[in-house]
């Protein structure tokens, strides 16, 4: 035996007696649990749960940063966080099994090998820090996830596989579908992660919207539908299993609910109960398009409609979205940006008022949870777009919702001998069936102004790279290595780079005769047909165009005049990905690429290349150098000597900085490049594309959140680029100098390119004199403790108000960042200051008593905007 084998032996035994003390249950000790369901809701340990979950996706973070927004979460009311798997990081390379075979013990235990379980993507290491929290979790190992994540999370070794078929009867598929099931259950259970073993996971799913593309696959779709359900079934995780968007899923999977709003979904089958496992916060971000945001008044309406017809789960997707690192976003054209609107925004802040306003919307439906679980609801007409559900759990105690799903007109209902007001499209909670705890409607959570162009100045430190010392390295346009091959006809971008990168070059050389004079610097005309996502045109090694496509059509058509001189003209053009499709029917097998090309004036009639004879190469010259590479950054390749290239196509440019001091977010703003990929100290924080404008027209800020909501309905920085600012994540910055390495597709100045810490926040509140006491306040049997509305201001941990910016009790005028006093107007920033500078929260009193009456017949507001710092 060699000495490596005899390594690897070494190693196998090592992790069989490991999986053997596992075996021996001589780390199990944590307290197991019962899961089940009935017609109402999941039942643990006996008792039927409303429960509120919220989506989080380990590799959009840092491990770092896992406890930090687990507890958000579960400060905010999150009962269940809910994560995809992500098949294709976990599995990049098939993996392979060995087997060994310890006679003496009569044992047998397979090792696979090949798979990434590691930094963003230790996935168990994420289950036993939400364990930790105290919180369940739902894991949606699918394996098919979407989620905007790059090829659906599917491993692109399995398109390969010669006669595969996705997500439908076929065998090649499903075998390997089973196969990463059956890893992942396994994973679970050999770290005791289920309930049954005391663990936190409370879920899983199978699948993933399938019926929203069934149809597309015929009736093997639904065999495939059976197929998968039976599957999981057999994999016995002691746990129920879901499948969303699945009408059809065959029992006992629980078919669940996806959109926007689902207080009108029914399951499939009366002993299911009724949850939504993807309650949209927002929407993502495309480059080219404007920002998408969704109104906490109306995520809270559509919320409570939901447990108010009878809902018992719900999830936020996103409750923190993250970002995109290196080329993990799904496409076409996904931004790096996962925000998603939700309410812990991409850098693990507080997105308020959405955060707060929602943990008390939890509260409110958490004090009728008895009433929800033991009880159907009796539904009273209370008028046109009026109706009272009442849940009772004896003839004298009842809760209720009181709802106005008009979305124009307020109204003032008679329920159970008293009066109550509701705004349009809003949800009134009585937990009592006669105290309102919460409207959905009335906002009285703090603000953060995240607008940049306000808050810049005060809340970021940005240090400029406009004198750092640079270099570069320019790449030429065209093939550059040996590996490039010839082939006849123009071939399918994904086909030909299995995804080992966003670029392939597609070279021809085109003759013109040098005896025809006339031809000398003939102007002719390319066509060039692309399937998507973009392209670079270069002729005789010069930029001569550039055209792309748009996230809801990838496809577009290039078209140039160009110059040729006589003899051999070289015709080079970069196919760019930006994302591999994730989402539709047979999205898997959706091509991209070079599709068509035409040259018209060169000679009497148009000439097709398209199944000419064309040289490939796959990649760029400065990705196969490994220039992105900590252990290039003192390598002769780069130079810097003579002038910094700018706005040139194709140029590596490297610099180091220092880190910001603080613990504050870091991010880099790259408003002044064109389009590329960044890296720092060899991580890529993920693509840029700051070029590309959103429409300049069609936003809508600040958006009505009365009636149906959709993805469009609610858009802001129209005419800007989606993204400029990219997350640089704490742990990846040294104390001292680091690296960072910028790919420029397209040309732009890496002077404007600047450093951004966040060293603060500012933050406003607005409550007036009849709003509600806070929900947190409230207690059954007891009521309010305190009649009086309070105005509560909170920094981030490590931070605290260092000042009062503005402070008026009457009727103050204008929003968060644009706030005046009004007709009616007492100055009680003295009083403030007071109360809240040195401290991370505070809370003010409505009341005139301590604050003074400046104008005693009118309803009086105080708003506060504060400025927080670390």
Known sequence: MSAAESSKSMLLSALVFAVLLFDCGLFQTAVSRSVSYDSKALIIDGKRRILQSGSVHYPRTTPDVWPEIVGKAKEGGIDVIETYVFWNYHEPVKGEVYELRFTMLNIARSFEFKYYFEGRFDLIRFV????????????????????????????????????????TKNDLFQREMERFLAKIVRMMKDANLFASQGGPIILAQVENEYGNVQAAYGADGALYVKWAAETAVSLNTSVPWVMCAQEDAPDPIINTCNGFYCDGFTPNSPTKPSMWTENYVGWFLAFGYAVPFRPVEDLAFAVARFFERGGTFQNYYMYFGGTNFGRTAGGPLVATSYDYDAP???????????????????????????????????????????????????????????????????????????????????????????NVVFNTAKVTSQTTLNDESLTRNVTMHESSLSLASWSWYKEEAGVWGNGSFEAFGLLEHIN?????????????????DADNKKNQNKEVGLLIGSLGHAALLFVNKQLAA??????????????????????????????????????????????????????????DSDEDLSSAQWTYQVGLEGEY???????????????????????????????????????????????????GQAWVNGQSIGRYWSQYLSPSSGCTEPCDYRGTYDASKCLKKCGQPAQTLYHIPRSWLQKSENLLVIHEELGGDPRTISVVAQIGQVICGHVTEDDLPQADTWEQGVGFASTTPELRLACETGQQID????????????????????????????????????????????????????????????????????
């Open 128 to 167: 036993k820090e939400v364990h930790k929290a105290g919180l369940f979790v739902h894991l949606r190992i699918g394996p098919y996830a979407c989620a905007e994540w790059n090829y659906g999370g599917f491993p692109m070794w399995l398109h390969f596989i010669p006669g595969i078929q996705f997500r």
């Open 344 to 434: 812990i925004n991409e850098y693990g802040f507080l997105n308020q008022p959405k955060w707060g306003h929602l943990r008390d919307l939890h509260i409110a439906i958490k004090l009728c949870e008895e009433h929800l679980v033991n009880a159907d609801a009796t539904q009273i007409s209370l008028g046109e777009n009026l109706e009272a559900h009442v849940y009772y759990k004896s003839s004298d105690d009842c809760a209720a919702f009181l709802a106005n799903y008009g979305s124009s007109s307020d109204a003032t209902v008679d329920f159970r001998g008293k009066s109550y007001f509701l705004h349009a499209w809003s949800v009134s909670i009585l937990p009592d069936c006669l």
């Open 496 to 512: 030909t780079t299995k995804d080992t990168s966003d670029f392939l070059w597609y070279t021809i050389s085109i003759d013109v």
């Open 546 to 603: 550039f055209d792309y496509g748009n996230h809801d059509d990838a496809s577009f058509n290039l078209s140039a005049k160009v110059e040729f001189h006589s003899g051999s003209n070289t015709v080079d053009i970069l196919s760019m990905m930006v994302g591999l499709q994730n989402y539709g029917p047979w999205f898997d097998i959706q091509g991209a690429g070079i599709h068509s090309a035409v040259l018209a004036g060169l000679n």
């Open 625 to 675: 150098l490994g220039l992105q590479n900590a252990s290039l950054a003192n390598s002769s390749i780069w130079t810097g000597e003579g002038a910094l290239p700018l706005n040139r196509s194709l140029t590596w440019y490297k610099t180091t900085f220092l880190a910001p001091e603080g613990n504050g977010p870091v991010s880099l703003n790259l408003s002044g490049m064109g389009k």
């Open 803 to 870: 000042s009062i910016r503005f402070a008026s009790l009457g009727n103050p005028q204008g929003s968060c960042g644009a706030l005046q006093t009004g007709t009616c107007h007492a100055d009680v920033s003295s009083y403030l200051k007071q109360e809240c500078v040195g401290k991370q929260t505070c809370s003010i009193p409505i009341s005139t008593d301590t604050l003074g009456d400046p104008c005693p017949n009118l309803t009086k507001i105080l708003a506060v905007e504060a400025l927080c710092l670390g």
